[in-house]
């Protein structure tokens, strides 16, 4: 086959050049993504049920939920958390589950439970999870200069006319606004001219409402034409709402501006937004799922430009930038594959004497690249840091298939055949080898594949480009690259030069210490093997993590105050943070309170506020971090912290919110709650017997204040107070009371009553029960104030409720299950643990139950390909070289043994073991002909260049990974240290132990044969 195709050159680059075009094609069609498309396992489930405690949510809706949702498929976890009305279930998938599913079956569980749940209860609503919930940008709006104009007209013009031009963008999806005012009229009754009149505050409100209806859709028949006549109300405006008669009794009335002051303002802010320390709006953008980033914001790049010079009077500012985090890594990732051929490409001019042959590899390693993006596309893998970085993987293969086929077809033509002969059997020979070593590279990932969890999920991309590259390689090297060798020697009558002085120097330094080593070989051979078992220990030296620390430069901060403040309180502290420490960030945006977004998942209050940081480096962020830990410690010692990774779509696949680990301390009862004085002691033991550990009390472990009313029925009784009456007099007292809506146009103002004044007990005392227009007794006569401390939230999981403690940062986890367990059983309760620390772990056992299975899986391969059931063995017992070497430089750069790692560690052994295969090979062929130390040393020196060559072109092509600083460039810093440690190491003594090893087997198996013999 391979005489004929190379007698047609035409035809060969013809289809050649089909498929390259084809694959360009495709490479313009491929989707450009971050991370591999992988499905956010998690659902929320919210509830609200107003007027309830966390005690009724658990007990009359969660508990049920919570139940019912375990029958759902590839459920994992499930956590619920019951707050003041309302709360929130958590529902966790395995990795791989179709969600589309669950989302569906999770709203026919709550289908069939409607009947169950209380009446007055809202439908739960199911919020999936996905990537597009992480805004690929936010859009800033601030004023330039301070109290420009009134509230109500910037948060108007973001919701009317910025909201509605953003959504008209090719691309996207759901604009989401946040720090927005809204207009409301408000109604301060004037509590004297209320008596002097003898009117009651609930008249007042009729007359209101009475005054307001508005009557619609009545039709009117005239003749043989119909129409349909519509009556508006008459509150129209402020004026005519002043305007508005309020009944005395059937004679007179007086108008309500003149019993009540009327005000048009804004509603009673529950939360705000500020930019750089400036009030303002937020917009969050979220992109389709099918959209192109690049193009989404390219379109908004182009209407922020419009946006400055038809808005001049405000500020507009893009922040949090998921594109930006997108575009620097991917750009990184392509110049790390530039430089890193660029570098594999000046190895091979170094090492090689004739300059033709690195311009032929120049030619094959570029089209095998651009081949392998059909691949690509044909299984649906977009162009991510995890395929990119299995392209540059491939790249050192491609290189070490071109440098066998080369080398062979030059050995050929030096034992004297014809150009096209030497091409024909050279390419012929090396195809079983060849074809062996791609598969046991394959056989590596294949397992990886079925893995469950995180690390299966991360493997199908990086083996789908191994794969591509490696097919891609194999079909370049066996037709191509020999084609292209005949067409441009064929007019050469010398043989051209294959080796320069630097391979020689290397090939006789080489040569040198293998014959010192075989001279020592009941030495060096033991020596290499205890190398290789004492270097798996390092392993235990390494600390272990789920996926790689990627050193950011930007954090959020949560703060929760456990204080009764109001909101307007809360962002006088955020804005003296703020100044404080103006010096040491670069940007700052802060959600205070309540926010207005729809795609919250959580119920915030008014005693919360998010804070997002941006810094010019990772190392003043890290000191940020202590200075606001000093700050709160010393100012809010009671207050709550949590410093975080920014919103980002990496954190929510990959990094699930659970701390480092967890003690959930549960009641002998499941459904009881523990007392707060029984937790208390509990907690404080725990921080003092680990200091060194950064402890946060769960929600279930937090106090609130609560003030409940205690109705005095006796009085009720004998003042003719009925219960009701009683109710609606506490509620106009102490809270907004919105009667009704002014409607202008789209617009729906609330109309507000409410009494002026913030202490509480003065309301109390100066507020009356009106019974009639000459009876009135003042509220306090009715009710009883009573406070307590109580749990603020009540969290539960599928055994029930239980009351959380975490470590966020790492600890001795033996030592703390034991004092934990120690102190719930002195304190007869229950206790379990829970955390990332498990999950890490188990992770990392996974990927080595895996790494068994592959291991297993070549030695089949290589069993099939050699014929035999020992020489396998050689190949095994060369991985644990590798291994030496990767946790060393692993351990030397600090980096932990985490799923990138170990994938690391995969793909080195699939390299590792092809080097073994060809010299094994080689030693296999040179048998034939000659002697057993003979082939060995020959085979060795045959070999040398194409082992060699590989290992440094890969180590090169991996290189600029290190010094790159993107997110994707810490998310493969241990992925490529794992390989090129273990290629330096194991690359290097492989070049002694296998040739030792396989002597031994050897010389082992001649001399039973003679025994038999005599």
């Not at 919570?66 to 929130?88: D, F």
């Not at 073994?916 to 296999?924: E, F, Q, R």
């Not at 440690?981 to 492989?990: A, N, V």
Request: with cysteine; proline share 5%; glycine share 4%.
């Amino acid at each position: 086959m391979f005489k004929y195709l190379f007698q047609r050159p035409v035809a060969v680059l013809m289809v050649s050049a089909v498929v390259v075009i084809f694959s360009i094609v495709a490479f313009l069609q491929l989707p450009v993504s971050l991370l591999p498309d992988i499905d956010v396992t998690r659902m929320i489930v919210k509830v609200q049920y107003p007027g309830a405690s966390p005690q009724e949510v658990e007990q009359q809706v969660l508990r049920l939920l919570r139940e019912s949702m375990l029958t759902l498929q590839h459920l994992k976890e499930v956590e619920s958390q019951a707050e003041e009305e309302g709360g929130r279930l958590l529902l966790f998938f395995d990795y791989g589950t179709n969600m589309d599913l669950a989302f569906i079956e999770a709203n026919e569980v709550i289908d069939r439970l409607s009947s169950r749940l209380p009446r007055q209860l809202p439908r739960p609503q199911v919020i999936r999870l996905n990537t597009n919930d992480v805004p690929i940008a936010r859009l800033q709006v601030t004023h330039k200069k301070e109290a420009a104009t009134q509230p109500t007209q910037l948060s108007e013009m973001a919701e009317k006319v910025l909201k509605k031009r953003i959504e008209a963008l090719p691309g996207v999806a759901l604009v989401d606004v946040n720090g927005l005012y809204r207009r409301s009229l408000w109604i301060f009754p004037k509590k004297e001219k209320l008596a002097a009149h003898r009117i009651d505050e609930r008249l007042l409100i009729e007359s209101i409402q009475e005054n307001n209806s508005e009557l619609t859709a009545i039709s009117i028949r005239d003749g043989n034409y119909r129409y349909y006549l519509r009556i508006g109300a008459p509150l129209q405006d402020i004026e005519s709402l002043r305007r508005l008669p309020v009944r005395i009794d059937a004679q007179r009335s007086v108008p309500l501006g003149e019993v009540a002051q009327v005000v048009d303002s804004v509603e009673t802010p529950k939360g705000f937004h500020l930019f750089q320390l400036k009030e303002g709006v937020v917009i969050n953008i979220h992109k389709q799922s099918s959209a192109r980033m690049p193009l989404v914001m390219q379109s908004l790049d182009t209407l922020m430009q419009e946006l400055r010079h038809d808005y001049p009077a405000l500020n507009f500012a893009l922040t949090q930038s998921q594109y930006e985090v997108l575009d620097m890594s991917i750009s990184n990732l392509k110049n790390d594959l530039l430089f890193g051929g660029i570098g594999a490409f000046v190895v091979l001019l170094l090492f090689i004497g004739n300059y033709r042959v690195p311009f032929l590899i120049g030619v094959v390693l570029p089209t095998s690249l651009i081949m392998s993006f059909s691949v690509f596309y044909l299984f649906g893998v977009s162009l991510n840091v995890i395929s990119l970085a299995g392209l540059t993987l491939g790249l050192g293969m491609t290189i070490d298939n071109a440098i066998i086929i080369f080398e062979h077809i030059g050995k050929m033509r030096k034992a004297g055949m014809p150009l096209l002969e030497s091409c024909v059997k050279g390419t012929a020979e090396m195809v079983p080898p060849l074809v062996s070593s791609a598969l046991t590279t394959q056989a590596v990932f294949i397992p990886l594949v079925f893995l469950d969890g995180l690390s299966g999920a991360l493997s199908y991309d990086q083996a789908v480009a191994v794969g591509a590259i490696l097919l891609t390689s194999l079909l370049v090297s066996f037709f191509l690259l020999p084609l292209l060798y005949l067409l441009l020697f064929r007019n050469s009558k010398q043989l051209p030069r294959e080796d320069n002085r630097l391979y020689l120097w290397a090939l006789k330094g080489y040569k040198k210490l293998y014959y010192w080593c075989l001279a020592r070989r009941q030495l060096v051979f033991p020596a290499l093997l205890l190398l290789g078992i004492a270097g798996l220990g390092i392993a235990f030296f390494l600390p272990i993590e789920g996926m790689p620390t990627l050193k950011r430069k930007d954090m959020s901060l949560q703060v929760e105050w456990h204080e009764p403040i109001s909101p307007q309180e809360n962002k006088r502290r955020i804005e003296s943070l703020l100044r404080q420490f103006s010096k040491h960030y670069t940007l700052s945006e802060s959600d205070i309170g309540q926010t207005q977004y729809m795609l919250q998942t959580a119920n915030a209050t008014g005693q919360q506020a998010d804070i997002y940081f941006l810094f010019d480096s990772y190392q003043e962020r890290k000191q940020f971090e202590q200075l606001i830990a000093n700050y709160f410690s010393r100012h809010y010692p009671t207050a709550s912290v949590r410093l975080s990774e920014a919103p980002n779509i990496f954190d929510m696949i990959f990094r699930p919110e659970k701390p480092y680990w967890s003690a959930r301390f549960r009641s002998i009862r499941s459904m009881e709650t523990v007392p707060l004085q029984q937790l208390r002691p509990i907690a404080d033991s725990l921080r003092s017997l680990f200091p060194q550990a950064t402890w946060q009390a769960d929600a279930g472990m937090k106090e609130r204040t609560l003030v409940s009313v205690e109705v005095q029925q006796t009085a009720l009784q004998r003042y003719g107070v009925s219960y009701e009456m009683l109710l609606q007099t506490l509620k106009s007292t102490f809270s907004e009371n919105t009667v009704d809506y002014l409607h202008n146009y789209d617009e729906a103002v609330p109309i507000v009553v409410a009494y002026r004044g913030n202490d509480f007990y003065e309301k109390l005392h100066n507020r009356y029960v009106v019974i009639d227009s000459l009876q009135r007794y003042p509220l306090s006569l009715f009710v009883k104030v009573n406070t307590d401390e109580t749990h603020r939230s009540l969290t539960a999981d599928r055994a029930g409720i239980y009351h959380a403690l975490h470590a966020t940062s790492a600890l001795p986890v033996e030592a703390a299950e034991s004092a934990a367990t120690h102190l719930a059983h002195s304190h007869r309760l229950r206790v379990d643990f829970s955390g990332q620390h498990y999950d890490d772990r188990q992770n990392i056992k996974n990927m080595f139950f895996i790494l068994a299975v592959s291991i297993l899986l070549l030695y089949f391969i290589l069993g099939i390909e050699f014929e035999s059931l020992r020489q396998p063995l050689i190949v095994i017992f060369t991985l644990p070289l590798g291994f030496t070497g990767s946790f060393l430089l692993l351990w030397l750069a600090g980096e932990s043994l985490n799923v990138m790692a170990a994938i690391g560690l995969v793909v080195m052994l699939g390299i590792i073991d092809n080097e073994s295969i060809l010299k094994i090979d080689a030693i296999n062929r040179l048998r034939r002909s000659m002697p057993l130390d003979e082939a060995i040393a020959k085979a060795g020196e045959i070999t040398f260049k194409p082992i060699f060559m590989t290992s440094l072109t890969n180590i090169l092509a991996l290189t600029p990974f290190l010094f790159d600083s993107s997110m994707a460039g810490d998310l493969q810093r241990p992925f490529v240290l794992a390989i090129i440690g273990g290629l330096s190491i194991g690359s290097f003594t492989s070049l002694f132990f296998v040739p030792l090893m396989y002597r031994a087997l050897t010389a082992n198996k001649s001399k039973a044969k003679q025994k038999s013999a005599i």
